[in-house]
């Protein structure tokens, strides 16, 4: 009896504290209606060896609504409009487009687009200070972890880590919050003589 109380009272502490952590999360969030920043990116494998480092922009517009732009000689553009996710690859001069429902299942970005979304319940979150671990419930080979650092109300760091256990790491500078965007930031225009791969 008194180890069935132990398990019961430890299950509820960790469920009253996982609550805790995404209502102070949901908050935190709630407080990125825009945002605008630069980025260094940094890739690791398992092992700790440097895959990729790159630099570039984002733009995040809730609900539901991101620009991200890495810079040469990475470049590549992805824009969520809401409907659809539009990658754009200049190297290749190719157009791949996804449903965003579908492209963003069980996937823990999806939250800091929009943090009113129903998909709270398929996450686990937990907090230590300024810093939130985003984790699905169920793992599909995705993103595995998502770890966010604020600095006072600012996000300036972001951690994902894939089924292969690779890291890339998001340092985030020139921060802009719930400043107002330019009305086409989020409108996808059809490059000229690049070829659309329609996955939707």
Do not use: C
């Not at 949901?26 to 920043?37: R, S, V």
């Not at 398929?122 to 595995?144: A, D, K």
């Not at 500078?173 to 930031?185: C, E, G």
Request: hydrophobic letters at 40%; glycine letters at 4%.
């Amino acid at each position: 009896l008194i180890l069935f109380s132990v398990i019961l009272l430890n299950s509820t502490f960790a469920f009253a504290t996982d609550m805790d952590a995404k209502q102070h999360l949901k908050i935190k969030l709630a407080k990125l209606a825009t945002y605008e920043a630069h980025f260094t990116q940094t890739v690791v494998d398992i092992e700790n060896t440097l895959l990729q480092q790159a630099t570039g922009r984002i733009v995040l517009q809730q609900p539901n609504k991101l620009y991200w732009e890495l810079f040469e000689p990475n470049e590549s553009v992805l824009l969520a409009d809401g409907e659809n996710i539009w990658n754009i690859d200049p190297f290749l001069e190719q157009v791949v487009v996804y449903a965003a429902d579908s492209a963003l299942e069980n996937n823990p970005l999806i939250l800091l687009t929009n943090p009113d979304s129903s998909k709270w319940q398929e996450f686990e979150v937990s907090q230590v200070e300024s810093q939130f671990i985003i984790t699905p419930r169920e793992l599909n080979g995705g993103i595995e972890s998502l770890r966010l650092v604020f600095k006072g109300d600012s996000l300036v760091e972001l951690e994902s880590q894939d089924g292969q256990q690779q890291k890339s790491l998001l340092l985030f500078t020139d921060v802009k919050q719930n400043h107002a965007l330019p009305a086409d930031t989020f409108i996808f225009v059809m490059p000229d003589g690049y070829e659309l791969d329609n996955q939707r």
